[in-house]
């Protein structure tokens, strides 16, 4: 079995034509999805302007209360200890 490694292969199946076609579209979508990248802010501007977000939600109220902080404590420490319990030694 012989194997012909020639550049004449190539000219026959019209390997030029089909890489130039190739990168040529490869570069078009590259183009194009930078392109949507640097327009990308002033559409977002545009549909905020559409649909405004509304009222911000806010973040839950902080306790004072000393004793819930300390029930949070406690239960933190019973679950390290037992969580401590059953991680073997080294």
């Known amino acids: 079995m012989e194997v012909n490694l020639s550049i004449q292969n190539i000219l026959d199946g019209h390997g030029v034509g ?11 979508a590259l183009a194009l999805i930078s392109t949507f990248i640097a327009l990308l802010p002033a559409v977002l501007r545009i549909v905020n302007k559409i649909f405004p977000l509304g009222e911000t939600p ?9 004793l819930e902080n300390e029930v ?4 933190g420490l019973a ?5 401590g319990k059953h991680i073997p030694d080294k």
Do not use: K, N
């Open 18 to 28: 089909i890489s130039i076609t190739g990168m040529v579209v490869v570069f078009a």
């Open 72 to 75: 949070i404590a406690a239960i």
């Open 79 to 83: 679950l390290h200890t037992e969580m």
């Open 58 to 66: 806010h973040a839950l109220p902080r306790s004072s209360d000393s």
